[in-house]
Structures are given as structure tokens and as C-alpha cells.
């Protein structure tokens, strides 16, 4: 991991919440809730980002991991098959502001905040 593979995950799938919070999959419209359940990633640190479609029935849900405070991008295909997983620390996004956080980092949805507004984000 490191400033590669932050440049990987935008490079491939474009900016932090450029995507979408639905994608149509198999004929099918689902949302972020209905891609972690078919996975069966469990929600308990996972903060979801957005979902991109990469060619038709292949797509990459983005989310944040705040087991290991990375920010994930799982490539699937419909039968929602991991083609590709790309990880990479946050502190590659917040920099030095990443080290100042303190008990904040804890949380990961305060961390999300933090590249939310980053990115000028308001609301997810």
C-alpha cells in the first residue's frame, strides 16, 4: 500500500464519491446496503463511499475500512465475484493531518468526515 495505490484507485475508478450510491448489476438496481449484504461484508467499521460501473456488469464498490483505516475499492462482476481488490491507507489522502487527528482516528466515520470534506462533500 501507499501514494501508488491511491493513485491507482482514482486513476481507475475516478475521484472519492464521484460514483454512485446505486448501480444497476445483472438487470438489477441495488444499492450500497444490498451490494455489502450479497457479499456479506459485515457494516460494523465499513463506511461506504460510492459504487462505480466499469463495463457493463463489472463494477467497484468503494468504502472505507476502519479495521485497518484503509479506503477499499472491491472490482466485481455480477455474480459478484472480487476480479480485483485495491487498498490504500487514508493517510495517503489526509497527509499530515491524518497524524493530528488523535482519538478521532478511532471512529470511522469521523475519518470519513475528514475526507469528505476533503473532497466538498456535504451529505452522504
Known amino acids: 500500500m501507499g501514494r501508488k495505490d491511491k493513485e491507482l484507485i482514482e486513476s481507475k475508478y475516478g475521484r472519492l464519491w464521484s460514483g ?3 448501480i444497476t448489476v445483472g438487470g438489477k438496481l441495488l444499492g450500497q446496503k444490498d451490494v455489502l449484504k450479497a457479499i456479506d461484508l459485515p ?3 465499513i463506511v461506504t463511499i460510492d459504487m462505480v460501473e466499469v463495463e457493463k456488469d463489472r463494477f467497484a464498490l468503494r468504502y472505507y475500512d476502519g479495521d485497518d483505516r484503509c479506503v477499499v475499492a472491491l472490482e466485481m462482476d455480477a455474480a459478484f465475484r472480487v476480479l480485483e481488490e485495491h487498498r490504500a491507507h487514508v493517510a495517503e489522502w489526509l497527509e499530515d ?3 493530528g487527528i488523535g482519538r478521532e482516528a ?3 466515520y469521523e475519518l470519513v ?3 469528505m470534506d476533503l473532497y466538498d462533500v456535504k451529505e452522504r
Request: hydrophobic residues 20%; without cysteine; negative net charge.
Open 106 to 108: 478511532i471512529s470511522p
Open 20 to 22: 454512485s450510491d446505486t
Open 43 to 45: 457494516a460494523g467499521d
Open 113 to 115: 468526515s475528514y475526507l
Open 97 to 99: 493531518t491524518y497524524h
